[in-house]
C-alpha cells in the first residue's frame, strides 16, 4: 500500500510540528493510490487537511500519511497504527507491554511480527518477551505480493517490504529473536476476500502450506533443519509449557512428520484441503515435502492422503498438571 507524490525539498527539512507547518503552506498534491484490492488511481491530497494529524506523531484511522524523508505518501488501513514518518508500527505498546512484564515479573508473547523495527525492539526485550511470525511474512513483501494477490494478500499486521523481511530473517530467524512460527490460519472464502476494501477481510490460509514453504527456505540456506524443527516444535512446548510435545523422548507423545528434503512439488490452490479453496501459496515451487504425519505414534496422513480418522485431542500444559 503506497502512496507516491513529489515533495519539495524545503518540506524534507523538518519533522514533528515544524514539519508540519512547512506541509501546511504547500497545499495540494497530486499523487497515485495503490492498495490491496483498490485499482491505481490519481488523486490529490490536501495537506492542510492532514497537518493536525501530522503533528499528533499517530494515526489510528485512514489518513495520508507524508514520509519527509522518503519523498512518498502512504494509504494506512485504519486498523494499523503507525509512525508517519517512518511508516512503520509505533511500538510504544511495545514499551508499555515490556516495562509491565518486567516490573510484575511476568514473561509476555508477542504474535505476528511482521516488520523490523518491531523485530529491532523485541531482541532488546529477550528477557520477558517471546516472540512470533509468520511464513507469508518470511517468503512475501510488497509492493509485488499486492500487485499479484490484491485484496486477498490483505493481512493485520499487514506484508511489507523488502528491508522488513531482510530483518525477520537475519535477526529474527537467524539471531533467534523469533521462538515460533505459526500461520495465523484464516481461511476466508475467496468470495469474502474479494469484496471491496474495508469489507475485506484480513488473513489468508496456512496450515497446509507451512511445511513445505518452510523446507524450501531450508534448502535455499535460509535457516537450517534444526532451527526450523525448533520454531515449529521445540519452542512452542518451550514458550507455552506443552505437555509431552517438543521431544523425542521417552513418555513424549509420538508426534512426527516424516519429509523428503528433495521432493519437489508445486503448491496448487485446488490441492489445499482447507474449505476456503485457495492458497496464497499457489505455483510456490517447494523443494522439501511432508510424506507423513504421525499423531500419539499412529499415522494419520501419508503420501498425501488421510488414512486415519482424526485424533486430535485437549493439549496439556505444564503449568495446569
Given amino acids: 500500500m503506497t502512496e507516491q507524490a513529489t ?6 527539512q523538518g519533522k514533528g510540528t515544524g514539519a508540519a507547518r512547512a506541509v501546511r ?3 495540494n498534491i497530486p499523487g497515485v493510490l495503490y492498495g490491496a484490492g483498490i485499482e491505481p488511481r490519481s488523486i490529490s491530497i490536501n495537506l492542510r487537511d492532514i497537518a493536525k494529524h501530522y503533528q499528533t506523531g499517530r494515526f489510528t484511522s485512514t489518513l495520508f500519511v507524508l514520509d519527509l524523508e522518503g519523498e512518498k505518501m502512504r494509504v494506512i488501513p485504519r486498523e494499523v497504527q503507525v509512525d508517519p514518518v517512518t511508516d512503520q508500527p509505533i511500538h510504544a505498546d511495545f514499551q508499555r507491554l515490556v516495562a509491565g ?3 510484575h515479573g511476568r514473561r509476555v508473547h508477542v504474535l505476528h511480527v511482521s516488520s523490523a523495527v518491531e523485530m529491532e525492539f523485541l531482541a532488546t526485550a529477550k528477557d ?7 511464513p ?4 512475501f513483501e510488497g509492493p509485488e505480493i499486492y500487485k499479484r494477490l490484491n485484496g486477498f494478500a490483505q493481512m493485520n499486521p499487514p506484508i511489507r517490504y523488502a528491508a522488513d523481511r531482510a530483518a ?7 539471531q533467534g529473536v523469533v521462538d515460533v512460527l505459526g500461520t495465523d490460519h484464516a481461511p476466508h472464502t475467496r468470495e469474502e476476500k474479494a469484496q471491496p476494501y474495508p469489507k475485506s477481510p484480513s488473513g489468508m490460509p496456512g ?3 507451512l511445511v513445505p514453504v518452510m523446507l524450501t527456505h531450508v534448502n535455499q540456506g535460509r535457516l537450517s533443519l534444526a532451527r526450523f524443527v525448533d520454531l515449529t516444535s521445540a519452542g512452542p512446548q518451550r514458550v507455552f509449557g506443552i505437555e509431552g510435545k517438543g521431544r523425542i523422548a521417552l513418555g513424549y507423545d509420538a508426534d512426527f512428520t516424516l519429509v523428503d528434503m528433495a521432493a519437489r512439488r508445486t503448491i496448487r490452490a485446488e490441492d489445499q484441503a482447507t474449505r476456503c479453496g485457495w492458497t496464497p501459496f499457489d505455483g510456490f515451487e517447494a523443494q522439501g515435502w511432508p510424506m507423513a504425519t504421525m499423531i500419539r505414534g499412529r499415522v494419520v496422513m501419508r503420501d498425501g492422503a ?7 485431542a485437549p493439549m496439556r500444559f505444564l503449568e495446569a498438571m
Fill in 168 to 174: 525477520l530473517w537475519s535477526l529474527g530467524i537467524a
Fill in 7 to 12: 515533495i519539495s525539498a524545503k518540506q524534507r
Fill in 128 to 134: 520477558v518477551a517471546t516472540v512470533e511470525t509468520l
Fill in 207 to 209: 496450515v497446509q502450506t
Fill in 101 to 103: 512484564a518486567r516490573k
Fill in 306 to 312: 488421510l488414512v486415519a480418522p482424526g485424533l486430535g
Fill in 136 to 139: 507469508q511474512f518470511l517468503s
Fill in 25 to 27: 503552506r504547500e497545499g
